[in-house]
């Protein structure tokens, strides 16, 4: 959980004003400003890309907590069930690294579609700051309003969260192959960056459409019934060419935040196992330094009252 908590808070916080931008862009066109990639860019619009960071960064200390602890466990009880089994071949590895991290993203989905709503919100321009989101989408329909973009959400994130950890997964066991040792710290970035690359290249027409759906709840009439009905009313109305136009800042966020994100999480589980470690060997040596420490104290102190004018020799069975 410590691991996760600072690996996603770090890389999100550091990533939040791409993440802004490419929710910016994939707004509907009728209620945004309709600025463009390259306005966005402009030094005059740098604190807009700010906004919502503050609620980026404090929701997603739990987020990571949550999420790579379920998925750590998931996937250690699971390949322990299955290990059992002699019918288990290595082909199973990706099924188990997605279905794990499908099982952390629906768990985790209490934490992560309020974080969605409110920051989404936020970065699109209809919420000031994070007691603003909270009160709007409270106020909106109750507890129910931070959770309306939980099925788009979860449509969205269990292929891609999977598909993303797979790939890194396989990356990193092809690296084990190649090398013969654990990866570095960078290694594991660039790894993460590749296979977010691929999953934001073949997800992002589901990442648009959660954005329209998400950021549209708190208006009214609403545009969109729906995924299908989202995804038919944004080709007919936009053109196919729609879903793409966040691609650029959703690459530029998301690819090195996953790098970021991965890289951290490896480190930080390289330095606290480390630290057991030492720790474990410390105590076990205290431990064996206290009993030989015992031990001398008592055979010195046996010899010291023996060896007196009556009984000039040690104690038997105490000393040399």
Known sequence: MICGAISRSTAQTIMHPANTMKTILQQAPSTSAKLTFSQLMRPRNFKMLTRGAGAQWLLSVPHGACNFAVLELTRRVMGNLLTSSSSVGPSLGPALDFTSSAIATICCSVVSTPQMMITDNIMAGKYANLPQAVKGLYASNGVKGFYGGWFPGIVGKIPSYGLTWVLFQQVKRTQLLLCSRPPTNFENTAMGCLSSAATVCVMIPMDTIKTRLVTQLSTSPTAYKGIMDCARTIIKEEGAGAFYKGLPPRLLSVVPM??????????????????????????GKRKEEGEDGRRETFNRVSQEVAADDDQPYPVPGTGK
């Open 258 to 283: 996953i790098g970021i994100q991965f890289g951290t999480y490896e480190f930080m589980k390289k330095v606290i196992l480390k630290k057991n470690a030492q720790l474990k060997d410390t105590k």
